[in-house]
């Protein structure tokens, strides 16, 4: 398969604009692979959407005018603001109309990750394209001199999964596709297949994101050089952390530091996914992985890969410590809720409508308020995953891991959080303090299919 450039979603910062951004979400064609050309949806373009910058303090009117022939809403995955510009399945953008949310920006430096969150079609809409990055900036971020240069050694890497056939990007049906969530026999980085990308022969910072609607990525170097994660969803880490792999579930993100000084080319790449419900998993594991590229795609791949340009350079100094950040005392936490992912329908007879995808035994219901929260109150959420490892996404709001399993978090569950993997049982340590009086907030599995089949519920703060 022919090599192509990575391409770079175009870049919209906030105050040039006068903090005044609008967005087209229109259906297009998109060449994926050259002359021929798919079906797909975007924004403000034939396929995902342009990365906007908005800046800390700032209030941002984002105008989303849906020219689609369908019902759509956008929303702002990790923002911190109130409910009712939130975007989510409540928010709805009916065919001509224009939704003009004016959003407070008051939290840290961070890449976040606006999506399509129709109730029922979010999976079909976000497969087909609807996705894009806000990257959050603030000051403290900007002292710390990271590789900051969009596009040249600041680079957006949204990875995804799609199904081709003949060159063509089709859109996967059917009850197993539901179970598991869609996937596809063929690794994108930001719409592109194949993708090579040209980088400084220095520090260069990827920000990381599983734009997927199911599979989960472990994502290695080629070489298994060590590289630095340096912000989760929340933002940045309290310091660089040194890895050889960083694994991402649907809707997390992670932001890297790499080093490119030995000029060497190498590729991004990822382990097989093997996220699959029970029934499949029995036997072997390696009978369990030849399954999974069988059904899912899922083997071993490249991402993406990497070609340095200008030969040896010089090793570059990572920063020793990043940002402090406060940190929620989870002795002051004086509720605590459990949840669990269920996926009982098929298992259990199948009776329920949706594949039997449900949190706590419930299948979503956009009438029913699930929890009341307190405004300003911190909780422990107790959440765990039936059948396979879920994205457990909470909006509005930031969390940390308290506990995985009865132990201790895991490296994979450091820092500011808003998306965390569950099957065993883990602990989260949230902070509310975003009003949802007028509309509610979403908690629900980023398997985005689960989601759109029940595997969601809501939550006002009061
Ligand atoms: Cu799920």
Redesign the pocket.
Known sequence: MERQPLRIPPLVDARKEGNAVALRVQAGATEFFPGRASASLGYSGGYLGPSIRIYRGDNVEIAVTNTLKEDTTVHWHGLLIPAELDGGPHQIIVPGDTWRPRLPIRQPAATLFYHSHIHGRTGAQVYSGLAGLLLVTDEGERALALPSEYGVDDLPVVIQDRQFDDGLMVVPQGMMTMMQ?RRGNTILANGTPNATARVPNRLVRLRLVNGSNARIYDLSFGDNRAFHWIASEGGLLDRPISVRSLTLAPGERGEVLVDFSNGQAVSLKTAPDTNMNMPMMIGPLAQARKLAKEILGGQGEAVLQFVPVGGLGTPSKIPERLVERPRADPSKANTRRRFV?G?GGMMGGGTRSGGG?VINGRPFDMNRIDEDVRLGETEIWEVS?EM?S??FHIHGVQFEVLSRNGGKPILRDTGARDTVLVKEPVELLVHFDQPAEKAPFMYH???LE??DNG?MGQFRTI
Request: net charge negative; with cysteine; aromatic share 0%.
């Open positions: 969530g992912l996926m995808m995953g396979m879920h994205p599995c980023h398997i689960h989601e595997m």
